[in-house]
């Protein structure tokens, strides 16, 4: 029977052998499915587990932003035109899952953006791009509050 690990340890894209006097067990990280390889003897067999083995590092979790954007009267469009011209730069960052503009039912002004990252470093790199740059400089003519940004990661 293999033991488990017996120090908690970080596993974010590493690759990690453990065992004991009767089985070798190699694992190797995937951003949200971990792959458990058992090596008994001459048999191997593998597992899919989704369940987070190890202590999550904050730096390697995935984040969720949502972004909420009222637009002034009458910038409803161009708001919502610049957000998607955003979103088409946005999709081609290398962290970026997810990157999707809604907007209410209930309140033409309203919009939100739906973001999925894969780690908080992407988050950065987006928050430090041209693209990020140039909607800050234009949102003050299409919003009528600040913009309210909300981040999450898994629970």
């Keep these: 029977m293999v033991e488990a690990c017996p120090t908690q340890c970080d ?5 990690s ?31 899919r587990i989704v369940a987070p083995l190890f202590r999550k590092n904050p730096m390697t979790q995935q984040v969720t932003i949502i972004a909420t954007l009222y ?22 960052e290398a962290g970026c899952i997810l990157y999707e503009l809604q907007r209410s039912i209930d309140d033409p002004f309203e919009f939100i953006m739906v973001e999925y990252w894969r780690d908080a470093e992407a988050v950065a790199l987006h928050d430090a791009s041209a ?15 600040p913009v309210a940004v909300r981040k999450y990661t898994p629970a």
Excluded: S
Excluded at 11 to 15: D, L, N, T
């Design 11 to 15: 596993f974010g894209g590493a690759e």
């Design 17 to 47: 052998i453990i065992g004991d006097r009767n089985a070798i067990v190699e694992m190797k990280a995937a951003p949200a499915i971990r792959r458990a390889t058992f090596y008994t003897g001459r048999r191997r067999q593998a597992i």
């Design 71 to 92: 637009a002034k009267a009458g910038q409803e469009d161009a708001l919502a035109a610049r957000m998607h011209e955003m979103a088409r730069a946005t999709r081609e």
């Design 131 to 145: 693209h990020m740059a140039a909607l800050v400089a234009d949102l003050p003519a299409l919003v009528d509050r």
